[in-house]
């Protein structure tokens, strides 16, 4: 099994500001990662594919990076709706995801 | 735009057996290269990949759940299945169904359904 490590387990961040989230695989997945964000009541939703693609209708402030074991999504400038849960989740094995980001307000 | 939709029941009692069917709507479960996929998530917890069917029938699961879990499809009625058996208290979780995509041999998943709750209590 590859284990995906998410850091921090929250972040604190206020609106306008640029957030870092980072993903860390155990093994190589060379760049099969992809991003979900999951609000409260809420499935996820997939914001980036292939370590840095958009997904349809992902605004441009939504942007990722990595290969390898190391990866990061940076929001640009947070909106007040950008305030969720974020997961990473590898599939160059079977899929596994990280245990999550909280991004909340400060 | 392809949707999908859980069902079943949302209590099972220990050890029986969990059965839930995911209906996809807004395209057909046999056009383009996807698979579908079964993933759930404890109350506060991360999420957890079951496992996949493709619409030949091959699947694919998750190794630490393999020997109790079976995915199905039914192409004629656009859904696809899962069962779950000797399930435990630690099986209560929300089920999402999902569809993959990929360039590689595993998936990304894009959309998800809602999700339903499965609680396992007597």
């Known amino acids: 099994e590859i284990v995906m490590t998410q850091s921090p387990a929250t972040l604190s961040v206020s609106p306008g500001e640029r957030a870092t989230l980072s993903c860390r695989a155990s093994?190589?997945?060379?760049?099969?990662l992809a991003w979900y964000q999951q609000k409260p009541g809420q499935a996820p939703r997939l914001l980036i594919y292939?370590?840095?693609t958009r997904a349809t209708g992902i605004p441009a402030r939504f942007s990722g990076s990595g290969s390898g074991t190391e990866f990061t999504l940076t929001i640009s400038s947070l909106q007040s709706e950008d305030f969720a849960v974020y997961y990473c989740?590898?599939?160059?094995?079977?899929?596994?995801f990280g245990q999550g980001t909280r991004l909340e307000i400060k | 735009q392809v949707q999908l939709q859980e069902s079943g029941p949302g209590l099972v009692k220990p050890s029986q057996t969990l059965s839930l069917t995911c209906t996809v709507s807004?395209?057909?479960?046999?056009?383009?290269?996807?698979?579908w996929s079964w993933i759930r998530q404890p109350a506060g917890k991360g999420l957890e990949w079951i496992g996949r069917?493709?619409?030949?029938?091959?699947?694919n699961y998750n190794p630490s759940l393999k020997s109790r879990v079976t995915i199905s499809v039914d192409t004629s009625k656009n859904q696809f299945s899962l069962k779950l058996s000797s399930v435990t208290a630690a099986d209560t979780a929300v089920y999402y169904c999902?569809?993959?995509?990929?360039?590689?041999?595993?998936?990304?998943?894009?959309?998800w359904g809602q999700g339903t709750l499965v609680t396992v209590s007597s």
């Open positions: 807004g395209g057909s479960i046999s056009s383009g290269s996807y698979y």
């Open positions: 999902a569809r993959g995509i990929s360039a590689a041999w595993y998936n990304w998943f894009d959309p």
């Open positions: 093994q190589s997945v060379s760049s099969n």
């Open positions: 292939g370590a840095s």
């Open positions: 069917i493709y619409t030949s029938g091959s699947t």
């Open positions: 989740q590898q599939y160059n094995n079977w899929p596994s």
